[in-house]
Structure formats: structure tokens, C-alpha cells
């Protein structure tokens, strides 16, 4: 059974919602504005035309005061008010639709931009599927808020407001009956909401779930194929399927037994109760208009109240979804980058270590610490090779001295400049990466290596010629406009690294970080690999994390880590002087495997 809907977290997310809305919407304010107005405007005219079909009847046809002038007149003025509303109605359609659209454009890119921006210690935890189902099918939802949401509930209640005047002006009596019906209207709302919010709130996080479910298995399908563990994903994905199948049906159950038929009744109980009154008083000729009009109108008191209460069930879902954007652009938002950081270049120490490490401390999760104490100089220029078991703190250490977790104790300083106090697009253009796994654009080599930057052809190919990658790419079908498929399939895994490295070099960084850059290529690659780092001595700070040794052989200084600690540091001839040391286990250990 669902639980019941928590108030103090609905208010949350209508708050949420509606504080995202006038950010998306900040610059087309005077939009809804005129939108509003022809609303209005629409309503008024829609309300004159019962009333002008009543001074018909009671005026010229029931006493037969064919009046062919006036009559024509009245006539032409229900079809030209007619006409002219539903102009109106559609100036605000096209207004309304374009705020919504380029509400949901801004939306978008605001959810984009700041997901680039977030700290990396957010995506250890995200799930690729969700985040892009909230960047395109949460913020989808705001143009359903604003077409569908927005618009029919304005629309009703200028209608709904209308009428109820329009009633009162010709029998005060009947519109107290009509309004006596109203709470019942209302109460069947409130016990919609009550039951269809919680199945509205889990659907939509059991989408983002199978979204999620779906990403995963497609981005592993081989390990998966190659477990074969694809009866145990379906079975994980049908159970999804089913939870969401589930709430989705508990909310149009609430619809159909709430929305339409309960109002729908209350349209015929009215319609009843207004031709019964008529029937107990003694009508008049003058009076049989009225109740034209009145019927016109019942039509008009219901089907907006029914459209206000369908539209709960997406009200609630623009909601839920809107909240999500709105809690993904929180996230992280004491950890954003400072605009008033400043530029390295402009307070650099010449003299100064490239990367100065003081006593680091660090763990993921308080209690369990991953890097004790860690103290190290690397001067400009240098070539630093980093090496030890798995677990020993490597990668940690390498993802401190790219920002992407704060180092809460200790200091790291980048050429003098302490790290949290740089510029980050400096900081970024100053400090190049080379990973693992090499991520790859479905677009040409060209576009790989130049990430947006607006670099020359000159630039470009200075790049690849320095990471040894511009032989390999001119011999592709068309060069550096050679498009290199998803993922870069149609390279291998060692030309796959080299456009990585060129890519790294094309930014002109002064630090070279290399994440294990060598551990899935060929002997041959990583021999170019090695040539290439030996051309960057002296002139780039290289620092390497190393699974295979050969990578570092002739790095300036290796620094050997065992959980967490500096264990051993010195040139390869040192380390392997040292009878029974760690650096010299790992080097026979992979000789031996070689």
C-alpha cells in the first residue's frame, strides 16, 4: 500500500517548483502577462453570448417582436464575440507555447551546465540514466506545466469566475444552488491528490530508474553477455517495469474513479436542481431565457471545474519532476567553483615547486582515511613517476591534484598557488589529463583533439605530432576529418591513448597527469608513449601513475605508495638497490610475468 503523501515535503517541492519556474522564465515574464490578458478577455466574450442569446428569446421570439434589425444584430454579435475569443485564444496559445518552449531550452542548458560543473564526488554516487532522464524528461515536464497545467487552470478559473457572475446578474437564487455544490467539487480534489501524489511522486522515480536500469545494461552489455547474466538483468528490469506498471495504474484508477465520472454527476444533479426550481415557481415568458442562459452556463460552471481536476494528476507530475531539476541544481552548490578565485599566471612563483604536497590527509568516508600524512616535492619540469599495489591511494592522490575532492587536511599548492585558491579555467588549461580509458567524442580526430577550444589546424597537428598520433591520422579514410565512431571504435586501444595524449598536449599544459595511461596498449604503443614523455621532459611537469613500471623507468623520481603512505621514493637504479623493497617485488613480479 502507498504511503501517505508527506505535507511538509509536498510545500518542499511546490517551493522548489515554483522558485525554478520564475528563473525559467525570468525574461518572458511580460508574455504570460499579455497571455493572461487575452484570457481574460476570451472569458468575457464567451460569458456575453448566453446573455445576448437570452435577450433574444425573451425580447423577439417568445413575444414575437421580430425585430430583424436588432435580431441580426444579436446574432452577429454571439458569432463576432464568438470569433474574436477564439482569436484570443489563440494569441495566448501561440504566447504561452513559446514561454514554455524557451523556458524548457533555458532549463536545459542551465541543468547542463551546472552538471559539468559539479564535483566528482557527486557522480560516484549519480547514475548516468537518471541524470539524463532529469535533463530531458524532468524538464520536459515544465513545458507540459505552462501548455497543458498552466494554461487550462487560468483558463477555467477566468471562465469558472465569469460564469458565476454572469449567473448571479440574472437570478442570484439559482447561482447560490450552483454554488452549493462547490465543496463537494472541492472535496473530491482534495481526496485526489491525497491518493494519486504518492503514486504520481513513485512513478516518476521508478521512470528514472528504468532509464537508469537501461543506460547500465547497454554500457556493459559485454560483461553482462560475457557473465551470463542476461535472465538475471531482464528478471531486475521486469521487476522495475512492474513497480512502475503499478503506480501508474494506482494513479488512473484515482483518475477514473475521481475525475470525470464523480463531476460529470454533479453537472446532471445541477442541471436537475436548476430545471426543478424552474418548475416549482411560476415561470414567465421572461424568464424562459434565463433558463437558456443558465443551461448555457451549467456546462460552463462544470467542464472548467472537470479540466481544473484533471489536471491535477499533471500538475502533481510538472511538480515532482520540476522539484527533481531543482534538487539536481542544489547539488553541490557550496562546492562550485568561485568566480574570485584568482589567475595563476598573475601570482606564479617561477621558483616555486610545479606541485607541493604538505601533509595531506584524505578519506572518501570519515573513520576510513586513504592518504596519511603525505608529503612530497615536485619541482617544474620533472618527470614523477607514482607506483604501488591497488588500494594504495594512487588514483586518490591523482584525483586530489585535479580538484575533483577538496582536500580538507593539508595543503596542495600548484606553482606557489594554493590549489583551492586558482582560477578554475586557468587551473583547468594549466593542468592536463590523460586517463585510464580514454573518452572519445562520435565525431572526427580533429574535434577530439581540439575539445572545443577553437584551436588551428596548426595547433592541432603540433598536438598529435607531439603525443606520436599524426602518422596513424593521416593515414585514416579522411584524415583529421575521419569520423572515429562512438566511443572511438573504428581506433585501437593504443591509437585511442595516443589521440588522449594529443588532446592533452593541444591545451599546452605546464602539469601532465597520466592516469595508468599505458596498462591496455601494446608493448609497441606504450614504447611511444614513452618517447613522447621523454620529448616533454623539461618542458611539461609530468606526473604518471603507473601500473606497468617499464612506463616510468626513466622518470626523474618514483614515489612507491602502501596504503596511503610514502613507502619508498628515488630514481628506478635506487629502488631496485634496495634488497626486498616494494618498488623491487612490483618490478621482478612483472618481469617475471612478462
Known amino acids: 500500500m502507498l504511503s501517505k503523501p508527506d505535507p511538509t515535503s509536498s510545500r518542499r517541492q511546490t517551493g522548489q517548483a515554483l522558485s525554478l519556474l520564475r528563473r525559467a522564465a525570468l525574461p518572458d515574464q511580460h508574455h504570460l502577462g499579455w497571455a493572461v490578458l487575452w484570457l481574460m478577455l476570451a472569458a468575457l466574450l464567451e460569458v456575453m453570448g448566453p446573455i445576448m442569446g437570452k435577450a433574444l428569446i425573451d425580447e423577439h421570439l417568445l413575444p414575437h417582436h421580430l425585430d430583424w434589425p436588432r435580431m441580426a444584430g444579436l446574432l452577429a454579435g454571439v458569432l463576432l464575440t464568438g470569433w474574436i475569443a477564439s482569436g484570443l485564444r489563440y494569441l495566448q496559445l501561440v504566447r504561452l507555447s513559446g514561454l514554455a518552449m524557451r523556458s524548457v531550452m533555458r532549463l536545459r542548458e542551465m541543468v547542463y551546465r551546472h552538471v559539468l560543473l559539479l564535483p566528482m564526488a557527486f557522480f560516484d554516487r549519480a547514475i548516468t540514466g537518471q541524470l539524463v532522464s532529469r535533463v530531458t524528461n524532468d524538464t520536459e515536464a515544465v513545458k507540459t506545466l505552462y501548455i497543458q497545467v498552466l494554461f487550462v487552470m487560468l483558463d477555467s478559473t477566468i471562465v469558472l469566475v465569469g460564469t458565476i457572475c454572469a449567473m448571479a446578474w440574472l437570478d442570484w437564487r439559482l447561482m447560490i444552488i450552483v454554488l452549493a455544490l462547490l465543496p463537494a467539487v472541492l472535496l473530491i480534489v482534495w481526496l485526489y491528490q491525497r491518493w494519486s501524489a504518492p503514486a504520481v511522486t513513485r512513478a516518476r522515480a521508478l521512470r528514472s530508474e528504468i532509464n537508469g536500469q537501461m543506460a547500465e545494461s547497454i554500457g556493459g552489455m559485454s560483461v553482462l553477455q560475457a557473465n551470463n547474466a542476461e535472465a538475471r538483468f531482464g528478471a531486475r528490469f521486469a521487476g522495475t517495469n512492474q513497480n512502475h506498471y503499478t503506480a501508474r495504474l494506482s494513479e488512473l484508477r484515482a483518475n477514473a474513479w475521481l475525475l470525470r465520472p464523480a463531476l460529470d454527476m454533479f453537472n446532471i444533479i445541477l442541471l436537475a436542481a436548476v430545471i426543478f426550481m424552474f418548475g416549482k415557481r411560476e415561470m414567465t415568458a421572461t424568464e424562459v431565457g434565463v433558463l437558456y442562459a443558465f443551461i448555457s452556463y451549467l456546462a460552463r460552471v462544470i467542464e472548467p471545474l472537470i479540466q481544473i481536476t484533471m489536471q491535477f494528476s499533471q500538475l502533481q507530475q510538472s511538480v515532482v519532476a520540476t522539484a527533481r531539476v531543482a534538487a539536481l541544481l542544489d547539488e553541490g552548490a557550496a562546492q562550485e567553483h568561485k568566480q574570485s578565485r584568482v589567475d595563476i599566471d598573475a601570482v606564479a612563483d617561477d621558483k616555486a615547486p610545479a606541485v607541493a604536497i604538505r601533509h595531506l590527509d584524505f578519506a572518501y568516508n570519515e573513520g576510513h582515511p586513504v592518504l596519511h600524512d603525505l608529503s612530497l616535492e615536485i619541482p617544474q619540469g620533472a618527470f614523477f613517476g607514482i ?23 593539508g595543503a596542495i599548492t600548484v606553482h606557489g598557488m594554493a590549489l583551492d585558491d586558482i582560477d578554475n579555467d586557468r587551473f583547468r588549461a594549466d593542468v592536463g589529463l590523460v586517463p585510464q580509458d580514454p573518452f572519445l567524442l562520435a565525431a572526427s580526430a580533429r574535434e577530439n583533439i581540439d575539445m572545443g577550444r577553437g584551436l588551428t589546424q596548426t595547433q592541432i597537428e603540433a598536438a598529435a605530432r607531439a603525443a606520436h ?64 614523455l621523454d620529448e616533454l621532459r623539461g618542458k611539461v611537469t609530468v606526473i604518471a601513475i603507473a601500473h606497468r613500471l617499464s612506463t616510468i623507468r626513466d622518470a626523474d623520481r618514483i614515489i612507491v605508495l602502501n596504503h596511503g603512505r610514502i613507502a619508498e621514493t628515488g630514481p628506478h637504479e635506487r629502488l631496485m638497490q634496495i634488497d626486498g623493497g616494494l618498488y623491487q617485488r612490483l618490478y621482478l613480479l612483472q618481469q617475471l610475468a612478462a
Open 387 to 409: 607506483v604501488g599495489h591497488t588500494g594504495s591511494g594512487k588514483s586518490t592522490l591523482l584525483s586530489l591534484l585535479l580538484r575533483f575532492y577538496p582536500a580538507k587536511h
Open 469 to 532: 598520433a599524426h602518422d596513424f591520422i593521416l593515414a585514416l579514410d579522411q584524415g583529421y576529418d575521419t569520423t572515429l565512431g562512438e566511443g572511438g571504435s573504428r581506433l585501437s586501444v593504443g591509437q585511442k591513448q595516443l589521440i588522449a595524449i594529443a588532446r592533452a598536449l593541444a591545451g599546452q599544459p605546464r602539469i601532465l597527469l597520466l592516469d595508468e595511461a599505458t596498462s591496455h596498449i601494446d608493448s609497441q604503443t606504450e614504447q611511444i608513449v614513452q618517447v613522447a
